[in-house]
């Protein structure tokens, strides 16, 4: 049996592709990996059965035989540690690969995902307009400090697991019309969403969402 992953019944993002199941498909994806998707509605994942998968209750978890994972960080991780294909072969590559994950979540999300929730949520707020410059100034700052990598295609030689999760935090910033400030770092975007491993990861989540748009 193939490992069994949850994904949003009904993503919030309306198939864009912003719902952390998306980072764990392209990994399987990456790697050749067949994979199994339970969808799960808002209100199941609050219960008691979901929440022994995943303890605050969101999405994605893993579960293969008497594993279960949750974090998608965690769970790319996994993968790329059990097949080839997203962790160099040489050890000090992997661990830098591994710490391009972790820079990823760790340091660039955090304020990316401060700026999109305000744009989301906060508009009509009547804070939102003082605010909002603060916030961009945040990710500008991250988003000047990769483009100082240079243009390499990726950023520690060959597409590693660092990359597919740089590119799916920074995919974020798609509409904020922060990204073409940065071409360099639009492009590197870019080249993470033409791998034919992303377009089948986003079209299958995009396929679960046109399904419950027309239910």
Do not use: C
Request: net charge neutral.
């Amino acid at each position: 049996m193939p490992p069994t992953i949850t994904a949003f019944e009904s993503s919030p993002d309306r198939g864009k592709g912003h719902a952390r199941d998306m980072r764990v498909r392209w990994a399987f994806e990456e790697v050749g990996q067949p994979y199994d998707v339970r969808l799960v509605s808002f209100a199941a994942m609050k219960q008691p059965a979901h929440r022994a998968l995943h303890p605050f209750g969101q999405i994605p978890t893993y579960e293969d035989g008497d594993l279960t994972l949750f974090e998608s960080g965690a769970i790319v991780l996994h993968i790329a540690e059990q097949h080839d294909g997203l962790l160099p072969k040489d050890a000090n590559a992997r661990a830098r690969a591994i710490a391009w994950m972790f820079a990823a979540l760790s340091t660039v999300e955090p304020p990316i995902v401060e700026l999109t929730m305000a744009m989301l949520v906060e508009r009509d707020r009547s804070w939102y307009a003082e605010r909002l410059p603060s916030l961009q100034e945040r990710v500008r700052i991250r988003l000047g400090e990769l483009s100082r990598l240079g243009k390499a295609d990726w950023l520690d030689g060959a597409f590693s697991a660092g990359d597919l999760m740089m590119v799916t935090v920074l995919r974020r910033l798609n509409t904020s019309g922060l990204l073409d400030e940065y071409p360099d770092i639009a492009a590197y975007v870019a080249r993470g969403e033409t791998r034919p491993a992303f377009r089948r990861a986003f079209d299958a989540q995009l396929a679960v969402f046109n399904a419950a748009a027309r239910s």
